[in-house]
């Protein structure tokens, strides 16, 4: 088969969360989710309330993805980390979510990586730092593993890749696990629209090409994305299906 023939996983991320800009509703998450899934994506990230503490929080994204799998119990749905500093303080959602029976996928970016942000003077003096050590990511795999769970791992810089890889040729990943390669654009996350000294590679074909040759043989899908960015509006979303990838869409 053709690459470009290969069906197309569409990703879809909701709820943006930008400085200054309203939270959405539970109800909001359920009904944008599955307007997403019914216009045919068939992954749906979310986000949640950050200002609630750790049992709201957990209960809100199981209310989230409960509703959702009512309507399509198939898709594949996953909120991002809560509020914490170690790895598992972020991720205290997992079990209770496995617990309530709504886990169907989890998060994970190994490696750390800088995300800048600008000074008065224009100049990237100041960043916030996201990601986990490969300790941590070889903890979040572990628990994936024990409960057969497929992990969305997040590439940020090419250096992950090295970690993924070693991880795939290991048979690490759980069946339907997927490579989720972030490109950057030009705005920062969070805030609307302010130009941003961002992570990692270009949504460009050639900087496509560098990530497919460093997992060349690993027999996993890929999908891209554009962070501080429109991937639709960029050359990339189209190269990216003709080598056979997937796209996320969204915020």
């Known amino acids: 088969m053709n690459p470009s023939e290969k069906p197309l996983v569409i990703e879809a991320a909701i709820t943006p969360l930008r400085r200054g800009a309203p939270i959405k509703e539970v109800a ?8 997403c899934l019914a216009a045919g ?17 957990i209960q809100e994204m199981i209310d989230i993805e409960a509703a959702i799998l009512e309507a399509y119990p198939h898709a594949l749905l996953y909120g991002d980390y809560i509020r914490g500093t170690a790895i598992w303080e972020k ?17 994970l970016d190994p490696g750390l990586t800088l995300f800048g942000r600008m000074d008065e003077n224009g100049l990237p003096s100041d960043s916030v730092t996201g990601g986990a050590t490969f300790a941590e990511a070889h903890s979040v795999v572990e628990f994936a593993r024990k409960h057969d769970k ?9 250096g992950n890749l090295r970690w993924i890889r070693a991880y795939a040729q290991a048979g690490m990943f759980p069946k339907g696990s997927i490579i989720k390669l972030y490109f950057a ?6 805030f609307d629209k302010v130009r941003a000294v961002n992570f990692g590679l270009d949504p460009t074909p050639a900087s496509l090409d560098v990530y497919l040759s460093m997992i060349e043989g690993v027999d996993m899908p890929f999908i891209v994305s554009c962070q501080g960015g429109v991937l639709l509006e960029t050359p990339l979303a189209r190269y990216a299906l003709e080598r056979g990838g997937h796209l996320r869409v969204g915020i």
Do not use: C, T, W
């Open 185 to 190: 654009g030009p705005y920062s996350m969070g």
């Open 28 to 35: 909001e998450n359920i009904h944008e989710g599955k307007e």
């Open 150 to 158: 497929p992990v969305s791992v997040g590439v940020y810089e090419p």
């Open 41 to 57: 994506a068939g992954i749906v990230h979310h986000h949640h309330d950050f200002r609630k503490d750790r049992e709201g929080a």
């Open 91 to 107: 991720n205290a959602h997992l079990q209770p979510m496995q617990d309530a029976g709504v886990l169907r996928m989890l998060a």
